[in-house]
């Protein structure tokens, strides 16, 4: 029976780790109204709902897993001379 590979400790608490993030957010949030008003001000306009840099940040951090990017083969995709991305990025 081959053996089990272990989460790491920061996956194996990825919720924890979650949950003390909002926790931080939402504490400093009701602590320090000014950093309330400061993220208020990045909006777009004053009748807007939304925060550039927060939807900046959430595409940022949900494409990779949208266009199911292999980190593992990430290096070797510019190594390769006749790779797709390269070859349509770089048209001729």
Excluded: C, H
Aim: aromatic share 16%; no cysteine; hydrophobic share 50%.
């Amino acid at each position: 029976m081959p053996s089990q590979k272990r989460l790491k400790f920061f996956d194996r608490y990825l919720t924890l780790w979650i949950f003390i993030a909002m926790f931080i957010g939402v504490g400093s949030g009701y602590f320090f109204p000014v950093i309330a008003t400061f993220w208020d001000s990045l909006k777009s306009s004053p009748e807007s709902t939304i925060n550039i840099p927060i939807a900046i940040g959430l595409i940022l951090m949900m494409y990779p897993p949208l266009a199911k990017v292999k980190y593992e083969e990430l290096g070797g995709v510019f190594l390769k001379a006749r790779s797709g991305i390269t070859l349509s990025s770089f048209p001729k």
